[in-house]
């Protein structure tokens, strides 16, 4: 162990990940490209079956060409890798002290334990942290719920001196652990299946990743939950298809009440959760109106209240932009600029949602559209430099042309100087204001497998929700006001919240803050993070490490940001030290230490 340690500290190893599967569809091997994705940590992934070992492991300066190997199941070195191969890889992580991961193991000796007491689904358990797993998984609560379609395995260590036991089966026996192998390496041992999906998957990874790599690697990590509140200030119409299927429904018109804006101000300050109020002037310009007093109450009520919420430009009177003139896009972003000071309201600068996504492309129109050539020009002129989308929406890659190829869902892309920042929309509709009109709304909308209560839905959107929140996904989820009018109570937007939250809670530390990027902050977030993994992709992007520095190499004419963790860069969250540094062309040195 001591020669080891020796090695480890005067060795340089490129900080990749070597990620080995045998036919590439097991769910441990995608689960992992995924997490080595979403944290933009460098990684080859190379299934056996159909693809070679790399041809080098050592380079010519003599430093290793991975700092970590996950293996996806235990069986790989002894069926998939050749005698010499496999040798090739023993030695290289003996010489520079390099940890291993078996994603999915079978028990045996081999991983230091003993044979399997029974094998099957471990659906619905509770693992749980040991103290050492607590100190590994620094960022997660003390259990670890299993979810459904979860093979495994229940074992207990052959010897408590050499296999470290960090989540435990209730029976105790060892679902993940160390196991310190006789020649001297370290292996962290997981005998129970995960897919990208599962939960159980999402809250081990990242610390898994962090002792794998002995703590400092290439990527980063956040909890994000963005949620934007979109019509506020004006009313929305209940579709008459909707309305005949609902108890609650009337077919009328759904406006936030002031008494709706006070209780939705106090669970938000309640629960530190920030709400964007994605804004229309004119609803409560017209609104005053037609009741015929000066001021809109619920605006009265939104201003006392305004610094709990921030304030996005939603155009002020929500028109179609589809066949907009240049002058009619321009007028509608300036005008409600000129109105939210005029009240006092702050709009986030740079920052545009409009109405139903209008002017840009919408591929599910009868034909489909194109994005309104007048659209890009008019943003540039009024300084918008962020613009909100549809997550669920592909878009073309040319923005005119509207049967051509298409960007995936999701994806960012240039609308002029502008970029489209992708929102997820909700299973609430735009008109909901009761659990009725809610499950109304799904099933007049003919989705698949409605759910058949409301407790359902929220259980289904929750967990989709906290998938997200724990994917390291920046995006915005966003609702409408209709979703806030709950009478004499929080609408169904804050109950479906309060689901994600007390399922957050359950799960995640106290210390384990939730990030909430404004659409500006999150639309900076995806370039720069689109252009690392440009970087990536183009092999443009090299960094080495030993024990005391980290040494970034760019081969590009530009400057690029990098996401670290684990050395002395950016903040401290989930129990590391994490952030990005700004790297030139040429050599950039951080301290890991």
């Known amino acids: 162990m001591s020669s080891t340690r020796k090695k480890t500290h005067l060795a340089v190893v490129q900080m990749k990940v070597l990620l080995l599967g045998a036919t590439g569809e097991e769910p441990s091997f995608q689960a992992w490209r995924v997490a080595l994705a979403r944290e933009g940590t460098p990684f080859v992934a190379i299934a056996l079956g159909t693809e070679r070992m790399p041809s080098v492991l050592v380079d010519e ?20 890798l050749g005698s010499s191969h496999r040798h090739a890889l023993e030695q290289l992580e003996h010489e520079f002290g390099l940890r291993r991961l ?11 334990l003993q044979r399997p007491a029974w094998a099957g689904p471990l659906d619905g358990i ?47 026996s060892a679902l993940v652990g160390i196991h310190r192998r006789q020649d ?65 429904g009337s077919g009328g018109l759904i406006r936030m009440s002031a008494q709706d804006a006070l209780h939705t101000a106090r669970w938000s300050q309640a629960n530190q959760l920030r709400l964007e109020l994605v804004c229309n002037g004119a609803g409560s310009e017209r609104h005053a109106r037609e009741i015929g007093v000066e001021q809109d109450p619920l605006l009265a009520a939104l201003l006392r209240e305004r610094d709990t919420f921030g ?53 599910a129109a009868t034909p489909p559209r194109g994005e309104n050539p007048e659209l890009a020009p008019a943003l540039r002129a009024q300084g918008v430099r962020f613009i909100a989308c549809d997550a669920s ?63 359902t839905l929220v259980i289904r959107e929750s967990r989709r929700i906290l998938t997200l929140l724990l994917g390291n996904d920046p995006r915005p989820h966003y609702f409408h006001q209709s979703n806030l009018a709950g ?24 210390d384990v803050p939730i990030v909430q990027p404004k659409l500006a902050e999150v639309g900076e977030l995806l370039v720069r993070w689109a252009a690392w993994r440009e970087a990536l992709a183009s092999g443009s992007i090299d960094a080495y490490a030993d024990h005391e520095q980290l040494t970034i190499v760019n081969r590009a004419s530009t400057v690029l940001d990098v996401p670290l963790t684990g050395t002395r860069v950016g903040s401290e969250y989930g129990g590391t030290r994490s952030g990005w540094v700004r790297a030139s062309p040429g050599e950039t040195v951080v301290r890991v230490g």
């Open 102 to 112: 078996i994603a999915h193991a079978y028990p045996c000796a081999a991983v230091g």
């Open 61 to 80: 300066l003599g430093r290793s060409s991975f700092q970590a190997v996950i293996l996806a199941t235990g069986e790989l070195l002894e069926q998939s």
């Open 126 to 172: 509770s693992a749980t942290l040991t103290p050492a797993g607590r100190r590994v998984f620094a960022y997660l609560r003390l259990t670890v719920p299993i979810d459904s379609g979860s093979w495994g395995y229940l074992a207990r260590p052959a010897s408590e001196e050499r296999f470290e036991t960090l989540v435990a089966a209730p029976d105790g």
């Open 184 to 248: 001297g390496g370290e292996e962290m041992v997981q005998t129970v299946a995960a897919n990208p999906g599962q939960t159980h998957s999402q809250l081990l990874r990242h610390g898994q990743l962090a002792w794998v790599t002995r703590g400092a690697y290439l990527g980063y990590e956040r909890n994000y939950l963005s949620l934007h509140v979109d019509d506020v200030l004006l009313p929305n119409r209940v579709p008459d298809v909707a309305a005949s299927m609902s108890d609650s």
């Open 393 to 455: 929406r592909p878009y073309p890659v040319h923005p005119q042309d509207p049967v051509g190829p298409r960007l995936p869902a999701g994806t960012p892309f240039a609308v002029g100087d502008a970029i489209a920042v992708p929102r997820y929309p909700t299973a609430l509709a735009w008109y909901a204001a009761s659990e009725q009109q809610a499950l109304d709304a799904l099933r007049s909308a003919h989705a698949a497998d409605p759910p058949g209560s409301w407790e």
């Open 311 to 363: 304030w996005v430009n939603h155009t002020y009177e929500h028109i179609l932009l589809d066949d907009a003139s240049r002058a009619t896009i321009e007028a509608e972003v300036a005008r409600n600029v000129s109105w939210a000071r005029e009240v006092g309201i702050e709009l986030e600068p740079r920052a545009l949602v409009t109405g139903g996504h209008t002017g840009l492309a919408n591929l």
């Open 487 to 510: 009478a004499d109570r929080p609408g169904i937007m804050c109950a479906l919240i309060d689901a994600v939250l007390g399922l957050y809670r359950r799960l995640i530390a106290t």
